[in-house]
Each structure stands twice: as structure tokens, then as C-alpha cells.
């Protein structure tokens, strides 16, 4: 076949493979969810499997000594938390230290009736209402941890599944991705890829380097500060620091909640609001500075709007998301139009 | 034949062999072992252009250079409009950006269908860093042709300046050696 004719052929194969592919996605979105996730992993860690590949392995041989590098980490990891985690799901279920909580809710209850009873607050029963919050909040995290077993075990597998195949064949993929454009616009979209590439790089790896820093930071002065749980808030207080301004609130709310209601200590309390101020500092002067030196610079109107419509549109996967999202469109746009100047696409 | 084709486990591709020994003829490659080869063949990206398609554009920035398969490839410049040269099979140019991304020097227009690999920058840079002794190489084989052209201008210019001959009649003493030819700064 003359080579003109094959190339519209392929591309019109490509075009339409690909337009198939995204109304699948669409067709189901936790398809999509894991594919995003597992897309941004592989972009995270790409650059530790090319740091082995520079030893002299294949690129598969690499991935393949990553994964093996990263399940023994988890294998660690798990032996040494299970008891932990098991004995933290099963203190939250049964409600420990309700006995604390009941004194402290008593004498919050006798405060309100002294001080609000003249507005009618006087015949509230807050402990009733506290106990109903407080056994619908755990029933339903661990509701959620066991009966969405059978979803987090598919996601567990499914995209370190994709991680690997992105990290193997990503090279792959990407030249694939940029054969399919027209000869015209080829060139443009390579340049543009390979800026992107950069500048994304940077900004999601300095992002999740910032988010695993700011959680064992949390995790550490939890467990200093004694505090109940402290794995998993510090986990969430990680993981919430992505999410900006909202963040960090979220994350140290979950601890100071332990500490009114299940510890009943107000002077825990505001040892956690001191020590999450202090981590936000640091992590504000110190971390970011150093890791977010080459970040994408957003808009804090855009920052709060992103969260919103991210939270709107995909719930807490969306808001945590939406400003590596935003970051994403912001590059693509910036680059788009600084790289198009160059080119003259209108001859 | 290697032993896994003998044993008739990998099929013999003649026209990929061939491809290899394109890639051997240019002086950029021409020190490169067969598995390093391979891995240069890993990054290129194949292109098919008609008769009369834009390759690149003057004044656009440059990328990488072109390395043509088969077909014949014309090289014109925005004034003038008439071909400078013609490349043919196993010929490349544009390699210069490779080195300095800079913007190309003419345009290259494809006068018959073509088969073309392109070797760009990007690739070159991600391919010093996962395998730098490779990229090296490549680089030092730039570095080399660079050196090469440098001289060749010097040696005009000494020409020019002390006999004050014509460019046209010292641009003989100093043609590129045949390993050389169809290179141009695009």
C-alpha cells in the first residue's frame, strides 16, 4: 500500500480505537477513577524506575525490581501495622473510653443548663445526641471499611495492575499517542508533551512528596501527643494536605474530635490545634519551599473553586484531584499557547 | 544469522536490517554497537509523507533531525523558493537542533511519498539519562560532525582572508568528506 494511504488508514484506525476507549471510560466511570489514579502514580514514580534503568536493566526488568521493592515495603509495613490498625477499627467500633466521654458530656450538659437554659436549652439531652453521632460515625467507617471490602480489594489490585503497565510500556504509549497526530501538528505536540511532561512532573511528584511528608509528620506528633487512632488521622491529615486552605483543617479536626469526645481532654485538645499549627508551618516555610520550589502557581480563587467543583463532580477523590487537575489544564493552556506562537500553523 | 533466527524463533526482517544499516551509515550512529542500535531505534518515530506534504517550516523551532527510508526529500528556502538540495534513501538532515533546539535555517518539503524517522531532542535528552554511556556517544558523534564543519568554515576563512580567492572556487578544498553528505544545518 502507497505510504500516504496507509497513514490515513492508521490514523483514521487510531482516531477511532481511541474515541472508543474514552466512551467506554465514560460509559464507567470507576473505570476512570482508577485509570487517573494509576496514571498519576505511574507519573509519580516513574522517575525511581528510570533511575534503575540507568544501572543497565530493561525497562521491564525495572519495573518489575520497583514492585518487588515496593510489595516489600507493603509486606513490612503490614506485618507491623495490622495489630495496630486491627486494634484501632475494633476500639473505634465498640466505642472506648465512653466513660470519659459521658463524665465530660455531663458536665458540658450541666454547663448549657445553668448558663443557655433561658433559651430553652435547658431540657436538651446531649449525651443521647452525642452517642447517636458518635455510633453513627463509627458504624459507618467501619461499615464502610467492611462492606466496600470487596471495592478497595478490586482497587488494591487493580491499580498497582495499571501502575505496572504504565511504568513498562508508558514510552510506548506516549509514542503511540504522538503517531496518531497529523504530520502538520507533530512536531508542535512532541515539544509540547515533553514541557509538559516537565513541569507536571515536577508538580505532582513535589505534591505527593509534600503529602506523604506533612502525614508521617502528623502521624509522629499524634502518636507523641498519645492520641487515639493515630495512624489513620495521620494517614487522612497526609492525604487531606492536598486539598489547600481546607486541608489542613480537615485533617486536624478527626484528632481534636478523639480528644473532646472519646478522651475528653480539652487540654489535648488544643495540644493538637498547637502541634497542627506548628506542622502547617513547617511544612508552609520549610517543605514546600524546598519541594514546591518548581510548582505550577495557582490562583487561590481558582484553587477554592477547582476543590469545589471537584468535590461537586467526584465527591473526596474529586477535591483531591482538582487542584493537580487545574495545575494540569494550566500547563497544557500556558504551554499550548507559548509553544503555538512559534509555530505557523495559519500558512 | 543470529542462533534465535536460525532456530527459526525470530523472523528475519529484511527491511528492518536494512533500516539498521541506514542508521550505521550515519556518521552520528556509526559507532554504535547493535544493541545500542536497537535502542536508538526504540525512540525514533516513524513518519509517512505524499508527495508535496511540508516536512518542517522555516523559522520554526527545531526539534530533532530526519532520517529518510525511502523516498526523495526537497530542501528549499523562504526567499528564494527553489531547492537547495534533494536527499534521497539513507540520507538525514536537521540534525543541528538536537543539540541547540534552535529554530530551522529552510523548509523541507517531501517530493515523492516518503518513509521517515525522526530523532528528536526530548528522546535524546531521556535517553542520556537512563543510558549515558549511549548518549554519550551520540553526543560525542554530534559533537565530532560539529567540530568537522568548523574547521571546514575556518579553513574558508583562512582561505579567503589571505588569497582573497572566491567562496565558490575554496568551497572545493573544503567539501565535506562523503560521510558527511546529506547532512545539512536545517
Not at chain 1, 151 to 176: N, W
Request: aromatic share 10%; charged share 20%.
Amino acid at each position: 500500500m502507497n505510504p500516504a494511504r496507509s497513514l490515513v488508514l492508521n490514523r483514521w484506525l487510531a482516531f477511532s480505537g481511541l474515541a472508543l476507549l474514552i466512551l467506554l471510560l465514560l460509559l464507567v466511570p470507576g473505570v476512570v477513577k482508577m485509570i487517573v489514579v494509576a496514571f498519576l502514580l505511574a507519573y509519580i514514580f516513574d522517575p525511581i524506575v528510570t533511575a534503575i534503568e540507568v544501572r543497565g536493566l530493561s525497562r521491564t526488568a525495572s519495573t518489575v525490581v520497583f514492585f518487588l521493592f515496593v510489595i516489600s515495603i507493603a509486606w513490612i509495613l503490614i506485618s507491623i501495622l495490622t495489630p495496630v490498625v486491627y486494634n484501632q477499627i475494633m476500639t473505634l467500633r465498640s466505642g472506648a473510653g465512653s466513660r470519659q466521654t459521658s463524665e465530660v458530656i455531663l458536665r458540658l450538659q450541666a454547663v448549657v443548663r445553668a448558663k443557655l437554659g433561658f433559651i430553652g436549652l435547658g431540657e436538651v439531652n446531649l449525651q443521647e445526641k452525642i452517642e447517636q453521632f458518635s455510633a453513627y460515625l463509627s458504624d459507618t467507617i467501619v461499615d464502610f471499611i467492611l462492606h466496600e471490602g470487596l471495592s478497595i480489594i478490586l482497587y488494591a489490585v487493580t491499580v498497582p495492575f495499571l501502575v505496572f503497565f504504565f511504568l513498562k510500556d508508558g514510552r510506548e504509549m506516549k509514542k503511540m499517542f504522538i503517531g496518531i497526530v497529523p504530520n502538520r501538528y507533530f512536531e508542535f505536540a512532541l515539544d509540547l508533551l515533553y514541557k509538559m511532561d516537565i513541569q507536571l512532573g515536577n508538580y505532582l511528584r513535589s505534591q505527593f512528596t509534600d503529602a506523604v511528608a506533612f502525614g508521617i509528620l502528623a502521624t509522629i506528633a499524634l502518636w507523641l501527643l498519645g492520641v487515639k487512632y493515630f495512624l489513620f488521622i495521620g494517614v487522612f491529615a497526609g492525604l487531606a494536605n492536598l486539598i489547600p486552605y481546607v486541608g489542613p483543617i480537615a485533617g486536624a479536626l478527626p484528632a481534636v474530635a478523639v480528644a473532646l469526645f472519646d478522651a475528653g481532654d480539652v487540654t489535648l485538645a488544643l495540644q493538637i490545634v498547637l502541634a497542627f499549627i506548628i506542622l502547617k508551618l513547617t511544612d508552609d516555610m520549610l517543605v514546600q519551599p524546598l519541594l514546591v520550589a518548581k510548582g505550577v502557581h495557582l490562583h487561590p480563587l481558582l484553587v477554592l473553586l477547582a476543590i469545589i467543583i471537584g468535590g461537586e463532580l467526584f465527591g473526596m477523590l474529586g477535591m483531591l484531584l482538582a487542584v493537580p487537575a487545574t495545575g494540569f489544564v494550566k500547563v497544557v493552556l500556558q504551554e499550548s499557547i507559548v509553544t503555538l506562537k512559534k509555530y505557523r500553523f495559519t500558512d | 544469522m543470529d542462533f534465535l533466527s536460525f532456530l527459526g524463533l525470530r523472523k528475519h526482517d529484511g527491511r528492518k536490517v536494512r533500516f539498521r544499516d541506514t542508521l550505521r551509515s550515519i556518521p552520528i550512529f556509526s559507532e554504535l554497537g547493535r544493541r545500542e542500535l536497537a535502542s536508538v531505534e526504540r525512540i525514533l518515530h516513524k513518519r509517512e509523507y505524499s508527495a508535496g506534504e511540508v516536512i518542517f517550516r522555516q523559522d520554526e523551532p527545531g526539534l530533532g533531525m530526519y532520517i529518510i527510508e525511502t523516498g526523495r526529500v526537497s530542501i528549499l528556502t523562504d526567499d528564494s523558493h527553489n531547492s537547495m538540495t534533494e536527499l534521497g534513501d539513507g540520507e538525514f538532515f536537521g540534525e543541528l537542533p538536537l543539540l541547540d533546539g534552535g529554530s530551522r535555517s529552510a523548509t523541507a518539503v517531501a517530493k515523492t511519498p516518503c518513509r521517515i524517522f525522526g530523532f528528536f531532542q526530548p528522546d535524546l535528552f531521556a535517553l542520556i539519562e537512563r543510558n549515558p554511556r549511549l548518549g554519550v556517544k551520540i553526543v560525542l558523534s554530534l559533537a565530532a560532525i560539529i567540530g568537522m564543519r568548523l574547521r571546514a568554515v575556518n579553513d574558508r576563512v583562512q582561505t579567503l582572508l589571505t588569497e582573497g580567492t572566491p567562496p565558490a572556487a575554496t568551497a572545493r578544498h573544503s567539501r565535506p568528506k562523503k560521510s558527511e553528505e546529506g547532512s545539512r544545518r536545517l
